[in-house]
């Protein structure tokens, strides 16, 4: 009942900082938990942040922890990804996703989330 479309990758030199977007429609963003996940070109799709449906809590991957930060909008139906001190392996196609459960935990399993939008490729060279 929600469709996604990311936004605001491209290419940046290593340690620069880059902020993706993720705009909602079809239904007010406030019902979900939302999830940012990644894949680079011949590896499985990882677990990259978390956010609860109120910005109340997140959770982050080992691998961006302390470099990467997630926050809402619900106002204007946007999730933001902020990325800074980039490294060459955080090159993959950034995908943002939601989960339509109720009072429940944030998850870093990307089968639980079931709505999927295209992606923003995000490239960082050394």
């Known amino acids: 009942q929600v469709q996604l479309v990311e936004s605001g990758g491209g290419s940046v030199q290593a340690g620069g900082s880059l902020r993706l977007s993720c705009a909602a429609s079809g239904r007010t963003l406030s019902i979900y938990d939302m999830g940012w996940f990644r894949q680079a070109p011949g590896k499985e799709r990882e677990f990259v942040a978390a956010?609860?449906?109120?910005?109340?809590?997140?959770k982050f991957a080992d691998s961006v922890k302390g470099r990467f930060t997630i926050s809402r909008d619900n106002a204007k139906n946007t999730v933001y990804l902020r990325m800074n001190s980039l490294k060459p392996e955080d090159t993959a196609h950034y995908y943002c996703a939601a989960d339509p459960r109720r009072f429940s935990e944030l998850s870093d399993y990307e089968g639980i989330y079931v709505y999927w939008g295209q992606g923003t490729q995000v490239t960082v060279s050394s």
């Open positions: 956010i609860s449906w109120n910005g109340g809590r997140t």
